[in-house]
């Protein structure tokens, strides 16, 4: 099924009415954006080049959902990613401001690469596709932070996960892996080309 039919024309529609109804009913909302997620479709063909991300809502638990969108809303650098289609690799674009408090949480990470009108990209990631870690009958394009260059804590714990909804639009879950290894859905976030 290509995104273009009509049975996932009003996706992104709903991905807008599941954003604005987060605030009075956050367990719908939350059920919808997963409802949307599966059935998106695995990307029509490679993503390639910059495309801008922006975060849709934070789905840990409540009191930390609703810390982080105090702070997002004050501060939140993450502005897309880079993606390279041959390479099956990319990055994160950030507003530089991200450096200063990268060096706080990851002393020892060097990566940040400078991207011309107070950017940095940084956190190298590989993609490919597979089955979703939390929706395993579905395939999805997997964007894989788990390598030996990113920092140990918390970056190499994140795997992203994108369906299709819509041209040149993607909705993604954010996923983290515990100490036991379980992986849950912190955030739901979208790129566009």
């Known amino acids: ?87 099956q690799t990319g990055d994160n674009i950030f507003s530089d401001n991200i450096v200063s408090v990268g060096r706080l949480l990851w002393s020892g990470y060097s990566g940040y690469i400078p991207d011309g009108d107070g950017r940095v990209r940084a956190f190298k990631f590989r993609t490919y596709t597979g089955a979703g870690k939390l929706d395993p009958d579905i395939q999805v394009f997997k964007i894989d932070y788990d390598s030996e260059e990113n920092p140990t804590f918390f970056i190499r714990d994140i795997l992203d996960e994108l369906r299709q909804i819509d041209s040149g639009y993607y909705l993604g879950k954010a996923l983290l892996r515990d100490g036991s290894g379980n992986w849950s859905c912190v955030a739901y976030f979208t790129l566009s080309s």
Not at 21 to 39: P, Y
Not at 58 to 66: A, E, G, K, P, V
């Open 1 to 87: 099924m290509n995104v273009g039919d009509s049975v996932n024309v009003n996706l992104r529609d709903r991905l807008d009415a599941a954003r604005r109804q987060v605030e009075k009913d956050r367990t719908g909302s939350l059920a919808a954006l997963n409802d949307i997620f599966s059935q998106g479709v695995v990307p029509d063909s490679p993503l390639n080049g910059r495309y801008r991300g922006e975060l849709v809502v934070l789905s840990w638990n409540q009191f930390l959902d609703f810390l982080g969108d105090a702070i997002a809303r004050m501060w939140f650098p993450w502005q897309g990613k880079m993606l390279d289609a041959a390479t």
